[in-house]
């Protein structure tokens, strides 16, 4: 099948099927080991279209776009849950982009060969996903190196590489097995290159899953005087969380809830994402009844601090400096900003603030404001302010003690492996992800939520404290370990002993390195591409 022309229908057949393993190999099914070879057959359209086929680059636009649109469709199609005009934009542009660059490397390995080529697929790939984790419109949900997050085993060394060496690990294995199977078929090819094939295929998936194990750490030995509590209030964000006559008693909720882990020795509590629905003006937080209820609460134990999930909105005079996100008030008497907040408070009269910055594109921001502001009055509103919300780099951790530093890690926020490495760098001990992730029901999408933030407790190895909503609520290991997980869309209240260390692991330290490599690499082989193409183009025209 290799070394002849395969017909249309073959190749939207193995299309499918790379698509279909893409979808069988991502969490939370425990079949991660196929993505090594999820591509193969995807590489095989790609071999067979640019030897034996013509109008070569449309067809590879078509096939690869093909698959990739099904793999999107397969794995996220729970989006539309929460917004069904979010969920076809995503899966469409997010599969456009993937074809980006299996089409560019098609047209490096016509031009400079299988090496080459096959190097700059794997250096396309990476800016693909450097692209999706530094623009405007991020949705790095699907980069690769996120399809280990439920086998954490296989990938402690992400606290050198970070799930970009997940990638490189997923496309080299797909591309050597490719060639081994290919190299199999032709008889031009002698028994010892297919086994030196073999031996290095053998290698590159066997010993980094060696080094793994060797490098996981032991689970520590947690300090029993220092506990940490996670409630899930489990409010319907549908119907209840952000209906005003519910507010009270969702304080009522959590106050009851906490009420029954917290003691004397409990430093940390932790609330989900919006836990205080009501929308709160940041100058004059005091001034509301559920606030001084939760701070009545908070000074019975003077050692413990909150970190909850906030709506909340702050105020600039005409001649104050705003953002680019400020909104004018109609009678023109100041400018407004809207937040996904997190406050820190005690049973003292101070309130810390960090504002979301890795925001949801088309629910809490408008990507490209400049350009596509005119489709704001289209965003989905999911109990904020409404528009785009405001957001400020500042990756501070929130001071609990003298020992401990808390990174306030907002719901999508868990996904970004480099940015959550900023708050450890800047002092953070200890991870806390706050999240909502009822919007999806119960689909895959909260479990991939959950998988894919147990990864930044492997890449800082830090001990990560999580309130959900609806669900999953947990601790998180250093080793990416799960314990106490809760069951979904359902109350509970959990707690646990501390974990502290102060180790910045190499990948805190570097961040995303290797995705720089690539995207040099990737931009020195387009140039040299376009120069390629250039010069034959003068030499037809002589």
């Known amino acids: 099948m290799l070394q002849a022309r395969i017909n249309i229908f073959r190749l939207v057949i193995l299309s499918l099927i790379s698509s279909c393993i893409l979808w069988m190999a991502w969490p939370p099914i425990p079949l991660n080991f196929i993505v090594l070879f999820a591509f193969v057959p995807l590489l095989a359209v790609e071999d067979n279209i640019s030897m034996y086929h013509k109008k070569r680059g449309l067809k590879i636009i078509l096939f690869s776009y093909f698959g990739f649109l099904c793999w999107n469709i397969f794995t996220t199609y729970w989006i539309w849950y929460a917004s069904p005009g979010g969920a076809v934009l995503a899966i469409l542009l997010n599969a456009v982009l993937m074809t980006i660059p ?43 190196g996120n399809a280990f997050a439920n086998t954490r085993n296989w990938v402690q060394w992400y606290e050198y590489t970070g799930t970009l060496g997940g990638t490189i690990w997923i496309w080299t294995s797909n591309i050597l097995i490719y060639q081994l199977i290919k190299s199999s078929f032709q008889e031009s090819v002698s028994k010892k290159s297919v086994r030196n094939l073999g031996i290095a295929l053998f290698v590159v998936i066997l010993l980094p899953i060696f080094i793994s194990y060797v490098i996981r750490p032991d689970n ?33 909720t959590l106050l009851s809830l906490s009420a029954q882990k917290v003691d004397s020795n409990t430093v940390l509590l932790a609330w989900p994402e919006t836990a205080i629905a009501e929308l709160i003006d940041e100058k004059t937080i005091f001034s509301y009844r559920s606030i001084r209820e939760i701070h009545d609460f908070l000074k019975k134990y003077p050692r413990l601090k909150l970190i909850t999930g906030v709506n909340s909105f702050t105020t600039y005079g005409m001649n104050e400096t705003h953002l680019a996100t400020s909104r004018m008030y109609s009678d023109k008497s100041g400018w407004y900003d809207g937040f996904n907040a997190s406050f820190e408070m005690d049973h003292t009269d101070s309130v810390k603030i960090y504002h979301k910055f890795k925001l949801v594109p088309g629910v809490e921001k408008m990507p490209y404001p400049e350009v596509l502001g005119f489709l704001e009055r289209y965003s989905i509103s999911m109990g904020g302010p409404g528009g785009s919300l405001g957001s400020k780099y500042d990756p501070v951790p929130f001071k609990i003690n003298d020992s401990l530093k808390v990174a306030p890690i907002i719901c999508y926020e868990s996904i970004f492996g480099s940015y959550v490495s900023q708050f450890v760098k800047n002092g953070a001990d200890m991870l806390a992800i706050i999240t909502n992730d009822g919007w999806w029901q119960n689909t895959p999408g909260y479990r991939q939520h959950l998988y894919t933030g147990a990864l930044r407790a492997i890449e800082t190895r830090k001990f990560i404290i999580r309130a959900a909503n609806t669900g999953i609520s947990c601790f998180i290991l250093p080793s990416g370990d799960i314990i106490q997980p809760t069951e979904y869309w359902k109350e509970a209240v959990i707690k646990s002993p501390a974990y502290i260390n102060n180790k910045v692991t190499f ?20 140039v040299l591409l376009n120069l390629s193409l250039i010069r034959t183009l003068f030499i037809k025209a002589e």
């Open 220 to 252: 520590p030995e947690l300090n029993n005087k220092v506990n940490v509590v996670a409630v899930q209030p489990n409010i319907d964000p549908y119907n209840d969380k952000f209906d005003p006559a519910t507010y009270d008693s969702q304080i009522n």
């Open 102 to 144: 299996f089409f560019t490397f098609h047209f490096v390995k016509r031009k400079f060969g299988s090496f080459i080529g096959y190097l700059s697929l794997i250096c396309f790939w990476i800016c693909h996903e450097m692209l999706h984790l530094n623009w405007d419109s991020p949705w790095p949900w699907l980069d690769l």
């Open 507 to 526: 990948y805190t330290k570097y961040g995303d390195y290797l995705g720089w490599i690539g995207v040099y690499t990737g931009a020195l082989l387009f």
